[in-house]
């Protein structure tokens, strides 16, 4: 799709060649189609696996963009896991399904683990058996939830060789979850069946038939970077905004409206003076417990007393809603409303009345333990203040069907526009 006139149709380096008219622009706003070339781009870049050709290629992307709106550019490089999976698989008599390696993958080998298939909620023993642990129906993010955490821990407890979870979710698939890159793991194989595969191997489960699982993949660690992106103006503080780049799958709505976001912002203050300096970080390695965000907070971003206010996108910016009929999800022309928004008790007025009317935005809460999502928790236990954060969970989260069906445009366009309104706000 094309970009209006006051916005740029991007490419790899497109922008550099018209930074001079960019930058004497009093102003700049970008439409639905310039964002919905946003997200395209991003979608093109297909798995945003830290560290992987998608995330790698995203990033040099978004580097090559900044720069040429004057942005001093830096790659803070680092470490994170990483599984090239050939084969993942779960079969029991005569169903076999395809599975998720939940990182940190360890792998059975091309000829896979063969033993019992049990139900985890049964009573006594494990040994040896594959544990089938059917998690309850929610929006599942993160290996560290406690109701996975304990149940693996039970499941391994009581001598389980290998545990299938089944993420019960809004869209049947299978969600993959976040996992932190340093605490020890279960050492041994952890896949993710999909709900709507689960059925038969439930009911093989409760008999306790034999079945495979199947983890054949290289593992081990790779480098990614985080992108930093600086325009100093000689001020005393600086803006920091950040967004993740990285996650599993496409992660299109998930990752890709906030970079939307994130992107449009760094175009509109290049080309204003707000009277700070900017900063712009586009982190990888979120998958991994937001590895990336807490690199740059220890050791590339300013302190505390040098910094003007923090703003954070995170999740599901701006993903779509769905309809549920008969077990079918349609899709629906506005956003989902599981998504959070929250500021320091310094901007949460001037940001409330700035997402006025954008659902699930509109109630602001505050920037605190109980309330913060994602890498902000980590910005506001560091003391920084002001702080604006926003995260959320959209039906198609963290599985393989996060395409550029769940997000639009549209959806994003006045997500960005509030942004906007409440940097502007806040800095007054």
């Not at 550019?73 to 599984?83: I, K």
């Not at 058996?129 to 993160?142: D, G």
């Not at 407890?157 to 890159?181: C, D, F, Q, Y």
């Not at 712009?280 to 220890?298: D, K, P, R």
Request: aromatic content about 8%; proline content about 6%.
């Amino acid at each position: 799709m094309g970009a209006s006139r006051r916005g740029v149709i991007l490419g790899a380096g497109a922008l550099a060649a018209g930074t001079g008219a960019q930058a004497a622009t009093p102003a700049v706003e970008h439409d639905a189609a310039w964002f919905q070339t946003v997200l395209e781009r991003f979608a093109g870049f297909g798995i945003k696996a830290s560290g992987g050709p998608g995330d790698t290629a995203c990033g040099a992307w978004l580097e090559a963009e900044l720069a040429g709106l004057g942005y001093a550019c830096e790659r803070q490089a680092f470490e994170v896991p990483y599984a090239e999976v050939r084969t993942a698989t779960l079969t029991a008599g005569d169903h076999q399904a395809t599975v998720f390696p939940q990182a940190l993958v360890i792998a059975t080998g091309p000829g896979g683990l063969s033993a019992p298939l049990r139900l985890a909620a049964s009573e006594g023993r494990l040994e040896g058996a594959i544990a089938l642990i059917v998690l309850p129906f929610r929006r599942w993010v993160s290996l560290a939830e406690p109701a996975v955490s304990r149940a693996l821990t039970d499941a391994f407890g009581r001598g389980a060789a290998a545990a299938v979870l089944v993420t019960t979710g809004p869209t049947g698939e299978a969600v993959a979850l976040n996992v932190s890159a340093t605490k020890p793991g279960f050492g041994k194989p952890v896949a993710v069946l999909a709900p709507q595969d689960a059925e038969p191997f439930v009911a093989a489960a409760r008999q306790g038939q034999g079945a495979t699982l199947t983890v054949d993949a290289a593992s081990g660690r790779r480098p990614a970077f985080n992108l930093i992106a600086r325009l100093d103006r000689g001020a005393a503080k600086t803006l920091i905004v950040t967004t993740p780049r990285s996650g599993w799958h496409n992660c299109v709505a998930e990752r890709g409206s906030g970079l939307a976001v994130w992107l449009s912002l760094a175009h509109g203050l290049a080309a204003t003076a707000p009277g700070v300096n900017l900063e712009f970080v586009a982190t990888s390695g979120h998958e991994y417990i937001y590895l990336g965000g807490e690199q740059y907070l220890e050791h590339r971003a300013p302190r505390p007393a040098a910094t003007r206010m923090w703003v954070h996108i995170g999740a599901s910016a701006a993903a779509r809603d769905w309809h549920e009929f008969g077990g079918r999800l349609r899709p629906l022309p506005s956003a989902d409303t599981q998504r959070v928004l929250t500021a320091t008790p310094e901007v949460i007025d001037a940001v409330r009345a700035a997402f006025q009317g954008i659902s699930g935005l509109e109630a602001v809460y505050p920037a605190d333990r109980a309330h913060a999502g994602g890498e902000l928790v980590n910005v506001i236990e560091a003391g920084y203040a002001p702080a604006i954060g926003q995260y959320g969970g959209h039906r198609y989260f963290h599985t393989a069907g996060d395409d550029l069906r769940c997000v639009s445009g549209d959806l994003v366009a006045p997500v960005a526009a509030a942004f906007r309104a409440a940097i502007a706000a806040s800095l007054a």
